[in-house]
């Protein structure tokens, strides 16, 4: 039987009707309406349902719904403003970080949480941040180089 | 970079980024539509059996299930995906694989679904089944396919599990090894791959009011999808519409019909829309990947290193059904390098596995592994440098390839420069240090293409094509559409891919696209821009050559400010000529254009554990001219990095006894991470293609031919010792350095003589 459930989704508190025992990616998925967040394999291994989760990127698949219960949860969707991308979905576009996309909104959430903590890494803490996102297409090379043009965006404009 | 381009040959982003980066793009699995129910399949559990009784009863009556169909359900219809038609879209009465499915639910939700799918009561009688590839060639053999000789395409082979052949000759090889001062012979054997696309196979089926079928599909051949269920579900193909939506990569194994025809039919009969997501584990046991390939491979050369002679021979497992194929790895025998005289035959053995599916044309890295390895091992026996050997041996302009075609103008001896000076060739490195080459060739792929062009009253153009983007191409195909229209790319709009919109093309696989595609695009433009002139030749009472195309404008060219703008043409010829200007072009088939690649690790191997470290990877490749440098790097970049999981670590592994996929899941095939990689290091040649669009070649195949053959020729140059088997895992380089090196079975005589061919 579906339960009530709370959350706050891209800074919308939402009260939605959810299976007990739906992960926070099918519900963001099915009962949110919010596709960004993908499904690669529902077993924690690729990354591509990374979302934020009270500002820290969690894989949504494993997360069971219920238990993220009056948390905030950051999507894809909710990473682009009126003013236009985030810094660092800007830089994928700008670096060619992405060709078939699946991996994306994943790579770039983790990435943006990774921000958040760390504005000043290395190369080597960027691929460690982004160790957990499987990507079949970039081969990484261009994420990495888009990761650190965000980053010193982002020192530059704060 | 200097360009005599407008628009090529710049750095601009992919017109799909902002959907992407924004999570807006939108794929089959994203599809929700109102009242739409879910779809889970039953695999089988047997490698090779007799389905006895299959009771759906259960399910059926199980609360929210509207519909379940078995093999029965559907047509009785054979179809292929390869060259013989030997499958039924869902077994009838035989299971010929661990994993296939034999039947399927839709239901109200994913959950009442898989219930469902657990009520159903299946009686197997179990049938001798044959797992290795190598003994199912021999005569005592279970006969995965007893009716194969009735099968549609069945042509020619050595019948038995043998389901295809295909060969190469030329000139008198066994006189030839007989001239030779050194023969030199390896058996290569390389592992089963996943294609490892991220978006697992997925569909949404929908019937509109009228009865037509709409399929949501994620595909890499649209058109070929739709053919495909017309015949499986025995309905017109104009009662069908594929729209493809944003791919979530495929590489190969989205070619082809998959598991649509499971939705749809279930959509057909309950008039609701079905959707069908494979989990991950069903990607790995359900689609296919590439099953496990061993190459014979011998030659005869000269002191000098001259090669003369090469013979070849490729065991491809095709698992039950031939999913793609025959595969062109055979052609790929001699490698880049003129070889007078060759044998060269490669089998598809069916097996109860899963059967093969493509995977960045399928067969040449396999191949590729064996020849680059072959090579140094000829160095090795002759005492010859590798890269001498190879610059020595390598196709030079006017040459003869293996199809007979002449060998065109090419970049391969710039690329094989490039590689050298960048490693700085020959290198002395310490101990478990070591580089190795690898040379990959490939051609642009060529196939049926078309596409037209509509000019906008505001002077923009729709670009209208029906390849599926993949890697970039619908970006690559607006700039070229811009440069030969000279107008900027934002003022080409690439509409999206929908049968019933877009003219008829080919798949988007073996780098095709931009070659061939992009060559209809090209002559599009050229068309527009003609009817442009010539309604600018009539409403500016001027002989046609009087006039020139520029920035989006048709002018005089004794006095350039006179002129009109494609918006006015576009306007006045809405209203008061023919209707709106439409440009197209159609394409058949493209020359021979080949592709060359050099490419080079450096490595780093611990004596302890033999852990296989790569420090660099460099490639140089003749892309001709680079339409967009940025998205050229990005396909180099992903391919190598896909080839260097195919060197180290990824395996699909099967039971040797059942056949099954024994590690169905990212945590157990090992994909590259972000952390596992060097610094990828690319030089483009860019040599035109005497026919591509603007001189562009094909791109995104080589880069992951050459990382196997490099890493394991580096290994040697670290170690000492030579692995002939994928992946170099540190268990198989560790037993090596305690010389357990296991030589690979393999009967070649058997095979010769069954062609009777003289076994030496
Ligand atoms: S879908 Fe969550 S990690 Fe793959
Ligand atoms: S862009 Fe395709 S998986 Fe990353």
Redesign the interface.
Known sequence: MKQPLNLNINGENRLMLV?P?YSLLDCL??DA???????????G??G?CTVLMDGKPVTSCLVLAHSAHDSAIT???G??DVDG?SPV??A?????G????????GL?MSATGFLQENPNPTEED???A???????????????EAVMAAAQEIRETS | MTTQFKVLER?Y??V????????????A??V?LPGMLACKLLPSTRSHARIVRLDTSKAASHPGVRCVVTGTDFPDFRFGSGALRDRYVMPREVVNFVGEPIAAVAADDE?AAQEAIELIEVEYEDLPAVVNPLSAIGSGAATVHPELENYEGYGFTLGHNVSTLLDADRGDVDQAFRDADVVVEDVYRSQGIN??????MACVADVEPNGRLVIYASTQGPYQIRAALASVLEIPVSRIRVVAM????G?GAKLRLAFEAFPALLAMKTGRPVKL?N??EEVFTMNGPRLPVTNYIRSGVMQDGTIVAREAYTIFDVGAYLGAGPNSGIGHGIGAYRVPNFRLRSYGVYTNKIYVGSYRASGVADMTFAVESHMDRIAHELGIDPYDLRVKNALREGDVSVSGAVVPTNGLMNTLEAIREKIDWPRDLEDGHGVGLALCEWRSGSGPSTAAISVNDDGTVSLLTGSVD???SDTSLAAIAAEALGIPMENVVVSKRDTDQAPYTGQSGGSRIVYSQGTAVQRAAENTVEKLTALAAERLGLPEDALGCEDGRIYVMDNEPQGLTFAQLAAASITSRGGPIIGTASLSSMPYTPVFAAQAAEVKVDRATGQVKVLRYIQAQDVGTAINP??V??QL??????GIGRALTEDQQFDPETGAVRNP???SYL?????D?P??ENVLINVPAPDGPFGARAVAEPPGFGPPAAIANAVYDAVGVRIKELPLSGERVLAALNGQNAEIDFDVDALRRAEGVAAD
């Not at chain 1, 960004?36 to 529902?42: F, I, L, P, R, T």
């Not at chain 2, 970049?637 to 896909?642: A, E």
């Not at chain 2, 994909?671 to 952390?675: K, S």
């Open positions: 299976e025992y998925r099915d309406q919010l596709t960004g967040a993908k499904k690669g394999c529902d077993e291994d690729c591509a999507t894809i969707e990473l682009a991308l979905q800007k994928f576009v700008e670096h060619g992405l060709q078939c996309g699946f991996c994306i909104p770039i960027v691929r460690f982004i160790g957990g996102n499987l990507c079949r297409c970039t081969g990484y090379a261009r994420v990495v | 750095n982003p992919r799909d980024a902002y959907e992407k980066v924004t999570g807006r793009a939108t794929y699995s994203d929700y959950a294609q490892g696309f991220l978006e697992p944003e791919l979530g990569g590489f997501v989990t991950r993949i890697s970039g940025m998205a790097e990005g970049d992903g391919g190598v990095v896909q899941s990212f945590a994909m590259p991470l972000a952390i990689l610094e990828l």
